[in-house]
């Protein structure tokens, strides 16, 4: 059997070690403090290449347009797998202004997403506002990106947990890994 030891419990450490775990790999996970408690527990949990691409990244765009693809699947076969819920929501992402300055630059973001051909809209103020109701009436204006998405990280990374045990993996938290002479770990528990 296959034996696989990964270091960091994130989000795409629990992912990639949660789908060799059920394809029946030996997974161990060790994590210096607890699952999530890095950059995982701080993301937005957007989904949201659209919204995020910038210039002279198309190469990039592509790579998360077709993950975004994957996320409806991804996230039903999480939910089965774990017993919890994730809040995977499709209704788009909002990119607002908050000032005239921001404003400058989500139009010049907005011409750059209509040369690539993406489905951007410019929305006033108003507009914003009729689709957030909480948005400041002194904003200008922003983007709406009706196929960005999103997911609640919390939930994201309490499920990954769950599925990558129920999978049979091991994940030891509060465990220092140490490299040295880049030859060698030292595991201390």
């Known amino acids: 059997m296959q034996e696989v030891v990964i270091v960091g419990a994130g989000v795409a450490s629990l992912g990639a070690a949660w789908l060799l775990a059920r394809q029946g790999v030996e997974v161990t996970i060790l994590e210096r403090d607890v699952a999530g408690a890095g950059a995982s527990t701080a993301a937005a949990g957007m989904l949201a290449p659209t919204a995020e691409v910038r210039w002279e990244e198309e190469e990039l765009l592509k790579i998360g347009r077709l993950s975004m693809e994957l996320w409806p699947n991804f996230a039903a076969e999480l939910e ?110």
């Open 80 to 189: 089965a797998a774990s017993g919890i819920n994730v809040d995977y929501r499709t209704e788009g992402t909002l990119v607002v202004a908050l000032d005239r300055d921001d404003l400058a630059v989500i139009d010049r973001l907005h011409s750059y997403h209509q040369e690539l051909k993406l489905d951007v809209r410019r929305l006033s103020s108003d507009a914003l506002r009729e689709l957030e109701p909480g948005i400041s009436p002194t904003t200008p204006g922003g983007l709406f990106i009706p196929g960005d998405h999103q997911v609640d990280t919390g939930l994201l990374l309490k499920a990954l947990v769950e599925a990558f045990k129920r999978a049979g993996g091991i994940l030891r938290e509060g465990v220092k890994v140490e490299n040295e002479n880049q030859t060698l770990a030292t595991i201390t528990f």
